[in-house]
């Protein structure tokens, strides 16, 4: 999977140019091989930064950005992925509507990424955006489609340059716990498919919310930390009660997707009660943002 984000935008920002954008990656990051940092899609050898029927394109070494602005929304209701982001603050009304939208991508041309590089690139991606931040007043939102979530701009510039080149977890992976109607605490991730990962959930719990929110975000730190490395029924712990063992499994949300499926071997669960409602509706209520 591509590191890949989104923009949502009043408008396109014509003055948002490839140029400034590495002049401000340079300024913001440090770390940062100014020799390495190129306007224009080097591999094909294009200026494509120049025409206006092309994204903005940078390189990285072997590595290439693009922007590509759309002046249309991405038809996805910005209030409803607002409410469920943990970095949109409450207290912050999401925009009524916005009118354009810019992809940004991160790729490696023929190259398939393991684990470390799809991070490192998550990394470059994050650097870009929050240079993107800085130059337009016309971003709104950023959203990351891997985690359906959206952050708040100028929260999205401060966390990069407290953190990077550090992993931003809170911004790349939507973190999420709720309870089930039955008050069994559920807990899950979104998002470390585009790091190479495995996502992370625990279908029932009789811990917390605070500790089934920590255990989802450890398991996804050592992940982070370590590759995809826990296997199909490896044992990761304990609690008084029961041991917790991991399983390679469909996901709760996705049933496309395997995920780590956290499993609380020893305790006693009931049967959820679903009710008469459709399948669809399930998803959000097992699994909200708390």
């Known amino acids: ?39 224009g899609d080097a591999a094909a050898g294009s200026g494509a930064a120049d025409d206006a029927d092309s994204p903005l394109a940078l390189a990285y070494g072997d590595r290439q950005i693009f922007l590509m602005g759309i002046a249309a929304p991405v038809g996805d209701d910005l209030a409803e992925i607002a409410q469920y982001s943990r970095l949109w603050p409450d207290h912050t009304p999401a925009p009524a509507d916005y009118s354009a939208h810019t992809i940004v991508t991160v790729v490696r041309p023929g190259h398939e990424t393991n684990h470390v590089e799809a991070i490192a690139d998550a990394v470059l991606l994050s650097k870009v955006i929050a240079a993107a931040v800085a130059l337009s007043e016309s971003i709104v939102a950023v959203y990351f489609g891997s985690a359906n979530h959206v952050i708040l701009p100028p929260l999205f510039r401060d966390l990069a340059i407290e953190t990077l080149p550090d992993p931003m977890l809170p911004a790349w992976v939507a973190l999420n716990v709720a309870p089930r109607p039955d008050g069994i605490m559920t807990g899950h991730t979104r998002g470390l498919d585009m790091l190479g990962l495995p996502d ?15 255990r989802i975000v450890n398991t996804a730190i050592y992940l982070l930390e370590n590759g995809p490395v826990i296997g199909d029924g490896d044992t990761l712990g304990a609690t008084e009660a029961a041991e917790i063992v991991a399983h390679h499994a469909p996901s709760q949300v996705d049933a496309d997707k395997t995920v780590l499926s956290l499993e609380f071997v020893g305790e006693d669960f009931p049967e959820p009660e679903l009710a008469d409602e459709p399948a669809q509706p399930r998803k959000r209520r097992w699994f909200g943002r708390k």
Do not use: C, K, N, Y
């Not at 590495?22 to 940062?32: E, I, K, R």
């Not at 279908?203 to 089934?212: F, R």
């Open 1 to 39: 999977m591509p590191s890949l984000a989104m923009l949502f935008q009043s408008r396109l920002d014509p003055a948002l140019s490839a140029e400034r954008l590495a002049a401000q990656m340079l300024s913001d990051f440090p770390d940062l091989d100014a020799d390495l940092l190129s306007v």
């Open 200 to 214: 992370v959930e625990i279908v029932q719990s009789h811990e917390s919310a605070e500790d089934t929110f920590g």
